[in-house]
C-alpha cells in the first residue's frame, strides 16, 4: 500500500482552483434534502415492538425498492411504493393523518430517503427506518414474501 502525501498548502490550493462550488440553487436544494435526512431517523426496534404486540397504529411500513424486492422479502405489513413511482397521484389514497416509515436495501442504499423525501414534499409526515431490510434480518426479525 502507498502512503497518503499529507496535505500541504500547495495542495489546498490546487484543490480550490479546481473544486466547481454547486450553483446557489441547487446548493440550497442539497442543504434541504440533507436537513431532511437528518429528522426521517427511525430505529428499527419500535416497528418490531409494534408487530410484536400486534399493533401498527398510527404508521406504515413503506417499501421502497422495486417491487421484485418487495415480492422477495419485505417487513410485515408494508406496502410497495418504489421511490420513482412517488408521484401525487400515486399517494392520492394514502391517509394524511399517519407517519409513512420508508425502508430499502441497507445503510448503502438510498431509496429509502429519497421515498422519504419526495413523500415529505407531498406532504407526508415521514420517517426512514435505518439499515434497512438488511438490519432487520440481521435483528432476526421476521419477514413476509409474495
Given at each position: 500500500m502507498f502512503p497518503c502525501p499529507e496535505p500541504g498548502p500547495e495542495r489546498e490550493d490546487q484543490h480550490r482552483e479546481t473544486s466547481h462550488p454547486l450553483p446557489p440553487q441547487r446548493s440550497l436544494q442539497r442543504r434541504r434534502v440533507l436537513r431532511?435526512?437528518?429528522r426521517l431517523r427511525g430505529r428499527p426496534g419500535r416497528p418490531r415492538?409494534?408487530?410484536a404486540d400486534g399493533r401498527t397504529d398510527g404508521y406504515v411500513l413503506v417499501e421502497t425498492r422495486s417491487p421484485g424486492a418487495y415480492a422477495e422479502a419485505r417487513l410485515p405489513g408494508a406496502i410497495c411504493l418504489p421511490y420513482r413511482e412517488i408521484t401525487e397521484e400515486s399517494t392520492r389514497d394514502l391517509d394524511r393523518n399517519l407517519v409513512y416509515v420508508c425502508y430499502c436495501e441497507s445503510i448503502y442504499c438510498n431509496a429509502?430517503?429519497?421515498g422519504a423525501y419526495r413523500l415529505a414534499r407531498l406532504?407526508?409526515?415521514?420517517k426512514r427506518l435505518s439499515g434497512g431490510i438488511t438490519t432487520w434480518l440481521a435483528h432476526g426479525y421476521p419477514t413476509e414474501a409474495g
Open positions: 431532511a435526512r437528518t415492538l409494534d408487530l429509502a430517503t429519497q406532504g407526508f409526515t415521514v
